[in-house]
């Protein structure tokens, strides 16, 4: 059974900064890569942040280029997103994914057809 919790959510100012995990149950966490992604209010889900396997490929967003940090454990089965200079627009149900082992683990992803594994996702909501 493959499990992916998200925590770490909640309302934050605008300029804050939030830290999210995503703690997997899976026992191939460590052969496969990761990623991050988020839904708006009335906003199509969109791409945040992926990592492969070994942390030495990271993919973002351009619109959270220099803000998002994406990181993993992999001893802990847990992907991290540490957010930082938070904006209104960052609102968002973010969602933690891990991709299809079908897919080189070396790589990180930003194509969510590549992801077969979704979390059931964490608010987060920033204020203006």
């Known amino acids: 059974q493959v499990q992916l919790v998200e925590s770490g959510g909640g309302l934050v100012q605008a300029g804050g900064s939030l830290a999210l995990s995503c703690a997997a149950s899976i026992r191939t966490f460590s052969g496969r890569s990761m990623g991050w992604f988020r839904q708006g209010p009335g906003r199509e889900r969109e791409f945040v942040a992926g990592?492969?396997?070994?942390?030495?490929?990271?993919s973002y967003a351009d619109s959270v280029k220099g803000r998002f940090t994406i990181s993993r454990d992999n001893a802990k089965n847990t992907v991290y997103l540490q957010m930082n200079s938070l904006k209104p627009e960052d609102t968002a149900l973010y969602y933690c994914?891990?991709?299809?082992?079908?897919?080189?683990?070396?790589?990180?992803?930003?194509?969510?057809?590549?992801?077969?594994?979704w979390g059931q996702g964490t608010q987060v909501t920033v204020s203006s």
């Open positions: 990592i492969s396997w070994s942390g030495g490929s990271t």
């Open positions: 994914a891990a991709v299809s082992s079908g897919y080189s683990s070396r790589l990180s992803y930003t194509d969510s057809g590549k992801y077969a594994y």
